[in-house]
């Protein structure tokens, strides 16, 4: 699931990675999508063929060398599902962070669903 796979990248950026290499699943790639088009990892890339296809991602370091990633917050868990209407979505950090969220629509950050008016389950806000 997605909250592994953001531990791992978080992991992998304190442990001065280049890159990383995960198991494929649908959700983790839009999940890794997201965290590239918003400048959170580097690039994301499939790699092989089924039943062995993975995930590889390049992970992002400031000029300093410290990583990207500062802090994440795990939402919905297996026991709690979190969910919200589109009036109900705020900006993360005032405005530094970002909010996924499973729409009907697919995945979204929080002010995309916001703009398109959809609502759904708040997964997990990364700053």
């Given at each position: 699931m997605y909250q592994d796979l953001i531990t791992k990248i978080r992991n992998a950026q304190q442990a001065k990675k280049e890159f990383i290499k995960v198991p494929y699943s649908g959700m983790d790639f839009a999940v890794a999508e997201i965290l590239a088009k918003n400048n959170y990892i580097e690039n994301v890339a499939k790699k092989g063929r089924?039943?062995?296809?993975?995930?590889?991602?390049?992970?992002?370091?400031?000029?300093?060398?410290?990583?990207?990633?500062?802090?994440?917050k795990f939402?919905?868990?297996?026991?709690?599902?979190?969910?919200?209407?589109?009036?109900?979505?705020?900006?993360?950090?005032?405005?530094?962070?970002?909010g996924v969220i499973s729409t009907s629509k697919g995945l979204r950050t929080n002010t995309e669903a916001r703009k398109q008016?959809?609502?759904?389950?708040?997964?997990?806000?990364i700053w």
């Open positions: 089924l039943p062995k296809r993975i995930i590889e991602i390049k992970i992002k370091y400031d000029k300093d060398g410290s990583g990207v990633i500062n802090g994440t939402l919905s868990v297996p026991s709690r599902h979190l969910y919200a209407g589109y009036q109900k979505l705020r900006p993360v950090k005032q405005g530094h962070g970002l008016k959809v609502g759904g389950e708040l997964l997990f806000e």
